[in-house]
Structure formats: C-alpha cells, structure tokens
C-alpha cells in the first residue's frame, strides 16, 4: 500500500467512532430532553393514535440499548427522520437547501481566505507599522463583532438606504432570469451575506498569516534566498508564504464548523434560502426531527471536509507523508 | 498586634505585584483601552438601575418606534420599550452568562487538562479523543440544539455554552502540565511522598495556570457572542432584558427602525472587543518573549 492510500485509510478509521459520538450525543439529548421522546421525535401536533402507531414502528417501545441500536443504523442507512409538520423527509429537506448554503460557505471562504492571507502577508513585512496596525486592528474587529448584527448593518446601510444590493433571498422572483442573467442575479444577492460570512474568519486568518509569516521570516532559507539576490516580493512570496501557509491551511480545514454555525446566523438575516432559514424556521415550529437532523447533517459534513484536508494536508507535506 | 503587621506586608506585597503587572500591561495600549472600556461595561452592569429612568422591557404602546432623543437615547422599539434601558440591562445578563459559562468552561478543563496531563495513558486517551469531537463538530449548533430541546433558560444556556466549551481549556492545560511534571521541584514533591491531588493542584496548577488565565477572557468573550447568537435565533429567555433578543426583534423592523439594531450590537462590540484586548494585555504580560519579535 503506498503512503498515501495508508493515511487515507487511518483517517477514514478515525472519523467512524466521530459520526457514532455525533450520533449517540443526538440520541442522549432526545433521551434526556423533557418530554415524550415519540413527541420530540414526531412533533407536538401528533395524534396519540399515531403515537402509538409510530412507536411501534420506530421500536420505541422497546428497551433503551435495542432503540440506540435502532437509531444508530436508521441514521447510518441515511435516514434522518420525518418532519410531520412539512410531511416531507427530513434528508429531502435538507438537500433541498444545500446548494445555498454550500454557495454561501465556499464563497465566504474564498473571500476571506484570499484577503486575509493578503493582509496578513502586508502585516507581517513591516510589523508595527502603520499597514500592520491596521491590518490587526481590522482582524480584532472581525473576531469581536457578532457576525448576524455586521449583517443587520450592511443591510441596513448598502441595501436600504444606499438601495445598491437586494435585501433578501438568492434571487429576484419577480424577473424570471434564466442563463447568465440568472447567475448575476444570485451573485448580486450573493454580496452581502458572502461578506459578512468571510468577515468573522478574515480576522482569524489574518493573525494567524502574519504571526506564522513572522515565524518564517526570522528562518535561515529565508537568509539564503534573500542573499542569493532574489527580488523581495518572490522571497516573500515564493519562500516564505509557501511555507507559512500550513497552519493557515490547517485552520481552514478547520473551521468548516465555525463556517456552519455563522451560515446559520448569515442566512437568518438576508433570508438566504440555505439550511440556516431552515434550521430557523425549525426552531420557530418546534420541529424537532427537522432540527435534530440538520445537527447529524451538518456534523457529517464537518468531519468529511476535515477528513479531506487532513488527507490533503498529508498528500502536500512531505513531512507528514513520512512520519 | 503580630497578626496585624504580617497583613499589612502582605498587602504591600500584593500592591507592589498589582504595580508591576500594570507597568508590563499598559505598554500595550490598546489592552489600556479595553481595559478601560471592560471597566465602563462592568459599571454599567452594576449601576444599570441609577444610570436608567424606564423600567427594561416595560411596554408602552403609545410611544413606538421612536428614534433616539434625549429621553430615549437609543429609541424605542415596536412596543415601545426603552431600548437604553433594556440594553444597560442587558450588560448584566451578557456579563453573567459570559462569566458562570466560562467560569464553568475553565473549571471542567481545568480538571480534564490537569487528570490527563499528570497521569497520562488510558485516562489521557479517553479525555482527549473526547474533547477532540468537541473541536471538530460545529458547536454553536450543538449549544442551540441542546438549548431548544431543553428549554431556553438561562441556566440551560450557561450549561450548553460550557459544555461545548471547556476542551480549548482542557488542551491548554494538559499542554502545561506535560512540560511542568516532569521538572526538578515536582520531581522532589513525589520523593517527600507528597499525594497526587497536592501534586497536580498545589505544585504544578499554579505554575500552569497563565494561559488558562489568557484564553480565559477570550472565553468569555466567546461565550457572550454564543448567548447573543442563541438569543438571535429565537432560543433565549424572552423575559430577560438580552441583546441577542433585542437583535432578534430588530431583525423584522430594519427598514423602519435602525436603531433597534445599531446600539444593541454596539453594546456586543464594545463587550467583545474590550475582552479581546485585556486578553492579548495578559498575554504579553505572561508571554513577553512574543512581543519582542
């Protein structure tokens, strides 16, 4: 087995034990919540008839350790529950909803991952000067503010009064656009949400790009192609940003969770018709399944892009290839 | 008389330790000005009640929707609530939560980072493959989850926030503790046959504590935006005054009423940033060789 396919097989071993703490911590909190488990499964509107029906069907009756069982490979087998309130499926709402979501997430992280690093690399080439104190000032907003009332601004601000952005959705329904027309359309209700998103991150990577930078600029190879005559920029640029770019990488990957939970709040304030307005609406009807599924979903989805950049991680770093 | 004069020692020793932390801090200026503004927020906390003239949350439907005025210095909203007054209030309730989650946080890492950490080995795998699902899985939605399904109480929410909170905590010790328990003086502790408890608490904890001390305040920091975030989404306790609540109502008024959103998110900026600033003030002071670079 090569190297590679070898890392790749630990880590998928080491993300199974994941899903079934996501999955049991899923189970304990139905278990233990206040309640009728069938009804925090079912929704509060059931008929006792159908309870009981569902009970049976689901082995709701039956000892603790055989519905853990139970649970375990109904979720394993992709099925996440049934939301009674939108007689739908709850996996069906949810995919429904993905490609939003998935378009907010990786254009934020587009964003803020080329800004920041831009900013970050500025900073840490002349540190504590003027570009420096800006930059980290900028990173300390972007942490600090909380990320849905930066929302309600650029709302408030870039789509009422200044009237240059829509203020809510993914596109406009009144104007079928189709083609390109179309994707111009999402793009410019894209904008604000997208911003707002990358913002909360843009801080974080920018600290972590300067001072990781700063940690490789002090280096000998960094010496060495300066006094090979090498023009500044490609030194910084070429050596050190290459270099400096793995805990950056690291953290990307990372932060795939952090990612979710902002789209939640981004989504809620521009009406983006993501998983966050369904996850909101869920919570304002009390559904449950809804909810409890989109936890498990979202999870998944975590440890999988985890998964991929710790492979990746491994397939770029000769380092880790060989430890 | 003898008792007396050792107290008066050492409270010198402790102004004169009080003195020379404040001269190392206020080389960084901008952790002055957060601590000044963390100051500020903690006043208001206290005095919420002397700087205020409308009760919080005291509806008045004759007066909605107003913009800022003397008497109304941040508006009111769409039942014509005193939004100053729900927002000085409300610091009470940011500072609070933010305080008992981390407070809670630290003490739950605290333990898991020192136990794992000192005796290492089968305990140490379980308490870090644990708290490994915790950096990994999202959760800010594990925290709103467990709220939903629990009630939106304040209790629940402190206990969500810590719970999904403490292994940042637990990391940072255990880091400490793997380095500090294997120098001479621990060395000697266990050769006087001093007890593990006293070993870990009394030897090493305080030797290890200072980035506890620094993620500390950015924990709490975190754990304020989390409530807020919580509230925003609709899962906090409708019947005390919160910021998170009152972004939430702001949300469906944005159009006619900007100010019901602009001063409660100030309040959390001001909060958060002040605490990220103190926070990066304690870290120069215990990590000075970070600032010389």
Known sequence: MTSIARIFARRILQAIPLLFVVITI?????????????YTLLGESATPEFVQAMRARFGLDQPLYLQYFYYVSRVIQGDLGF??????????????????????????????TSVGIFLG???????????DNIATAAALFGVSTPIFWLGQLFLILFAIYAGLLPTSGMRDLRAQFTGFDLVLDVARHLILPAITLAAFHLGFITRLTRASMLEVLGQDYMTTARSKGLDERAVVYKHGLRNALL???????????????????????????????????????RDYPALLGIFIFISVMVIIADLVVDILYGVLDPRIRSS | MHRQRVATTQETEALRQINSFWRQYRKNRAAVIGFFILAGICVIALAAPLITWYPPLRTNVADPFMPPTPSHPFGTDDLGRDLYSTAMYGTRTSLAIGLLAAGISALIGILVG??????????????????????VIPTFLLALIIVAMFGATIQNTIFAIAIVSWPRTARLLRAQFLSIKETDFVEAARVVGSRNMDI??????PSAIFPVIVNASLEVATAILTEAGLSFLGVGDPNVPSWGIMLNN???YLRTAWWMAAFPGLMLLLTCLSLNLVGDGLNDYFNPRLKER
């Open chain 2, 200 to 205: 870990m608490f009394n030897e090493i904890l």
């Open chain 1, 83 to 112: 939301s009674l309130l939108r007689s739908q499926s709850v996996s069906s709402l949810i995919l429904e909803r993905l490609p939003a979501t998935l378009i907010l997430i990786f254009t934020a992280m587009a964003i803020s």
């Open chain 1, 26 to 38: 899923n189970f304990v909190i139905i278990h233990m919540a206040p309640g009728d488990p069938t």
């Open chain 1, 247 to 285: 805990p950056v990488t690291t953290y990307v990957g990372l932060s795939m969770g952090l990612l979710f939970g902002g789209a939640i709040l981004t989504e809620t304030v521009f009406s983006w018709p993501g998983m966050g307005t369904l996850l909101y609406d869920s919570l304002r009807l």
């Open chain 2, 114 to 135: 020192a136990i794992s950490g000192y005796y290492g080995g089968k305990a140490d795998d379980l308490l870090m493959r644990t708290s490994e699902v915790f950096l």
């Open chain 2, 250 to 252: 702001a949300q469906s």
């Open chain 1, 121 to 131: 690399v500025t900073a840490s080439r002349k540190p504590y000067s003027a570009s």
